[in-house]
DNA sequence: ACTTGAGTGAACAGCAGGGTTCATCCAAAA
DNA sequence: TTTTGGATGAACCCTGCTGTTCACTCAAGT
C-alpha cells in the first residue's frame, strides 16, 4: 500500500506543483482548470478528482507555497519592546519575506478580489495583526490616527512593491523611510538612519 | 441635418455614459459589450457601429470621464518654488483629484493589466510627470534615490488609497503624513503639522 | 414623395471555460 | 490470480462572450 499511495500523492503533488507555478506566473484570476492539468501532465478530470472545488486547490496551494517560504514571525518582533526598535526588527522580518515572495504575492495580491472569501480574511487578519504588533509599545497607539493609519500602510505589500521593486531601493531604505514616516506620525522626530 | 445628429450623438453618448459606469463599477476588466448594450438601452451591433474596437470605446470613455472630473494641474504646482511648499500644494491638489474619483480610478488601476497598452503608458508617463515636478526644487533630486522613490510612492494612487480609503485618514493629514516623509527622505527634518 | 442610414431583431459561427458521465486501461495490493 | 481504484480518453451539456451577416423598420433630411 505504500507504493501505491506514493504515486497518487506524486500526482496530486504534481497537480498543486502546477497550479502554484500559476498562480505565481499568471495569477489566480487566469488560472484555470485545463491549464493547471496541462502542466501537470494529466487530464482535467483528475484534477476535479483530487480537489472538490476551487476552494480546496487553493487551499493546497497556499499551504504548499507557504511550506517552502520563511513567513515574518510577528511572535519574535514582540521580543523587543522600544516603539523604533520593534518597528526595524519588524518591517525588516516583512520585507524580507516580501522580496522572497514577490512574484506570488504580486499576483495573490492583484487578483484579491476574485479570491475565496475565507483566504480575503485570512490575508487581511494577518496584515491587522503585524499592525497591532508594531502598534502595541507606542503609548499613543490607541488615540493616534494617522500613526495607526501610518503603520498599516507601512505594512502593506503595495508599499513595499512601490518602494523597493518599482523604485528600486534596497530593503533596508525601505524600512528606513518607513520607520522615519512613523515616527513621525508618532510625535517624535529621530534623524533618519544612515 | 441637426437634429438628426444630435439624436446620434445622443445615442452614442449613452453609450459612452454606460460605459464609464460600468468601467467604475465593475471595472473594464468585467465590462463586456452586451452589458453597455444593456445598460446604453441598444444593441450590442448599435456599439460595435458607433465604436471600431475596444480601444475607441475606452478612449471615448476616458475622455468624457476626464471631461467631468478637474484633473491635477501640475503647470500650477510649479509657481511654487519652495520644495516642501510645492510638495504640499501639489499632493493636496493630486489627492484632491484621487478622492473625486476615487471608484473609477480605483477600478482603473486595478485592470490596469489588461488596458489598451497606449493608455498604460499615458497613465505612467503621468505618473512620472508628476514626480518630476515635485522633485525639481529639491537640489539633491538628481542623487538621491530615496528621494526619488519616495515621492514616485507619494504620488501614487495606491498611496492614497491605502491612507484615506483604507484608513480613514483625511487628505490633509495624508499630504502632511507624505510631505514629512519626503522631507525627512530629502534629510531635512521639519516639525510635524498641526 | 423619396432617399438615406441609424438602429433593430434574429440568427449564425466561434472560442474558452466549467462541470459531468461512461467505458476502459493498468498497475499495485490482496 | 483476482480485485481494486487511480487515471484516462472521449464524449457530452452548459454558460458567457466575441464578432458578423441579413433583412427590416422608421424617421430625419432632401
Redesign the pocket.
Known amino acids: ?12 503533488q504534481r497537480i498543486v506543483d502546477a497550479a502554484v507555478a500559476l498562480h505565481g506566473s499568471v495569477g489566480p484570476a ?6 493547471i ?1 496541462g502542466k501537470a ?6 484534477v ?3 480537489f472538490a ?2 476552494e480546496a486547490l487553493f487551499s493546497a496551494c497556499s499551504a504548499h507555497w507557504l511550506s517552502q517560504q520563511r513567513p515574518p514571525v510577528p511572535a519574535e518582533w514582540s521580543r523587543e519592546n522600544d516603539p523604533l526598535e520593534r518597528l526595524r526588527v519588524g518591517l525588516s522580518d516583512l520585507y524580507r519575506f516580501y522580496r522572497d515572495g514577490e512574484a506570488m504575492l504580486t499576483r495573490i495580491y492583484a487578483d484579491l478580489a476574485e479570491l475565496p472569501e475565507a483566504h480575503r480574511k485570512v490575508l487581511a487578519s494577518r496584515n491587522d495583526h503585524f499592525r497591532n504588533v508594531l502598534l502595541e509599545p507606542f503609548p499613543e497607539a490607541a488615540t493616534n490616527n494617522r500613526l495607526r493609519a501610518t503603520v498599516s500602510h507601512g505594512v502593506s505589500f503595495w508599499t513595499w512593491r512601490s518602494l523597493c521593486h518599482d523604485n528600486g531601493l534596497s530593503n533596508d531604505d525601505a524600512v528606513d523611510i518607513m520607520s522615519t514616516l512613523i515616527a513621525a506620525a508618532a510625535g517624535t522626530h529621530p534623524s533618519i538612519a544612515p
Open positions: 500500500m505504500s507504493r501505491r499511495t506514493e504515486q497518487i500523492g506524486g500526482t496530486r487566469r488560472t484555470t482548470i485545463a491549464g492539468a501532465g494529466v487530464t482535467r478530470l483528475t476535479y478528482r483530487h472545488d476551487d
